[in-house]
């Protein structure tokens, strides 16, 4: 008989789960509570000491997606879906997932933690506040912040130049009103005067170097090395420099271990960091992927946005620095999704327009083709709509055949784990029955800063060419210069568009990228590209679900979905 599913908001599900104690996913992981620190009875940290003597012995599945639009993908759903269906198959798996920002809970996205009957819970503690490592990486960022004003204030020792200070504060809310800003003023007692501004705390070094970290002693050594500004003669000053570094990581200690929690069926799932991948690289901590690597047979993870960012800097970035290689990738896409690059109106989509589809094929196939390029596997993960119609389906089933890529269709949203098992025996029969696959990076350190950048943009976003600023070109001569042109490549790029624009969707063609400005991330390893007109602030939108966000009397969050 067919089981029936309710369908509910997503917080009244997660509301109405029965969660296993911590202690009970702890030991499905083979784990003690000598190994965990209790957060309450439903979430805990995991000592760094697991790791010692465990190989990583888990195969590793990478969830990317197309291009996002507004109809949306559900990448996090499918991620915590595939990872309930292997575990109904009777194959230990665990999730590797990055922690949610308060910035697009409250603005766009109201909630981050998978839908439906596919979620991690407790959904309200992951997408409001969670452990505090996000604000621990706030307080971290913004204590080096106030050390290099009272620096400056007190002498300036290392001859700082005010005017060349790269070092912003942060905040985890979207709030535009902060990203210029005027400070020290009010008189010389107040401190120097300066343009300075805010980020939001998951775009900061911090938060990157916490997710490449896999000790205390490389969180130190990589916090001392973040360059915050030059001096007057020039030359990078770092937070070694300031002798900053050991009370950033003191700040730290507890947010570098991550976070044990469950989903709906109680899977393990770590969550740990959050960096985004349109300003950032996207992936959850090196630490929770090997420790799920090291403590499960399976680990399914993901990255943010489309393949082009997350993706690519999970490959090109993370995989680099943690010396570890996904086994298969799915890419998520929906028919509405296809839609929309094709041309159709979000109020349009419910409609059916085969022609529009066909046309919007183009941009899963650019990202199919990208993974392709880092020799890996793809599996395509088609998140069912019901007013997806059968020759809808039809046209991507014929495509994904033509090209020979796997194709499931999946309902984890309205079925959880039992509504992602043909995708889990795909993902699975690929890993299990193929050779491991022959893994590439994209490009070599030792290329030039600008040939890397180039690969980048003519290999993964299509583009015929890349235009650089005046202030770019002089920044790689000075990057250059100082010995950092070797480092990897992380694009800040819009996440609406394989361009740098986020009006040109599907699969643009003929375009250039156009380089703005370059900053150096010295600790987290890599050097920032920002391209368009990408913000390391967000905004809220015209509407932000704050608006819809409340609590009762009785504690019960509301609005969060």
Known sequence: ??????????????????????????????????????????????????????????????????????????????????????????????????????????????????????????????????????????????????????????????????KKIYWKRAVD?????????VIGLGGSAHGVPRESGFMITVASEVMAILCLSESIADLKQRLGSIIIAENRSGDPVSVADLNAQGAMAALLKEALKPNLVQTLENTPAIIHGGPFANIAHGCNSVLATKMALALSDYVVTEAGFGADLGAEKFLDIKCRMACIRPDCVVIVATARALKMHGGVAKADLKSEN???????????????????????????????????????????????????????????????????????RKVSGIIDDAPAPDFRFLYETGMTIQEKISVLAGEIYGAAGVQYSKKALKRIEYLNDKGYGSLPICVAKTQYS????????????????????????????????????????????????????????????????
């Open 1 to 162: 008989m067919e089981t029936k599913y309710d369908i509910k908001s997503d917080i009244e599900i997660a509301q109405g789960a029965k969660l296993l104690h911590i202690r009970e996913i702890a030991a499905q992981l083979g784990l003690s509570e000598d190994d965990i620190d209790y957060y309450g009875r439903y979430k805990a940290k995991i000592s760094l000491d697991v790791l010692k003597g465990r190989p990583l012995k888990g195969k590793l599945i990478l969830v990317s997606a197309i291009t996002p639009t507004p109809a949306g993908e559900g990448k996090s759903t499918t991620t915590i879906g595939l990872a309930q269906a292997l575990n109904k198959m009777g194959k230990q798996c665990t999730i590797a997932l990055r922690e949610p920002s308060l910035g697009p809970c409250f603005g766009t996205k109201g909630g981050a933690a998978g839908g439906g009957y596919s979620q991690v819970v407790p959904m309200e503690d992951i997408n409001l506040h969670f452990t505090g490592d996000i604000h621990a990486i706030g307080a971290a960022h913004n204590l080096l912040a106030a050390m290099i004003d009272n620096h400056i204030q007190h002498g300036n020792e290392l001859a700082i130049d005010t």
């Open 173 to 181: 809310m979207n709030d535009r009103a902060l990203r210029n800003i």
């Open 354 to 424: 085969v022609g529009a589809l066909k046309n919007g094929l183009g941009n899963l196939e650019k990202h199919i083709e990208n993974i392709g390029k880092f020799g890996l596997p793809v599996v395509v993960a088609l998140n069912r709509f019901p007013d997806d119609t059968g020759d809808e389906l039809g046209v991507i089933a014929d495509f994904c055949r033509d090209i020979n890529v796997e194709l499931s269709i999946s309902e984890v949203w309205e079925k959880g784990g039992d509504g992602g098992i043909d995708l889990a």
């Open 498 to 561: 394989l361009s740098d624009d986020p009006a040109l969707i599907n699969r643009p063609s003929g375009f250039l990228i156009f380089v703005a400005d370059i900053s150096l991330s010295a600790g987290a390893g890599f050097l920032v590209v920002h391209t368009g007109d990408i913000m390391t602030m967000p905004g809220l939108p015209v509407r932000p679900a704050a608006l819809d966000i409340d609590i009762t009397e009785n504690g019960d969050i509301r609005g969060l979905f």
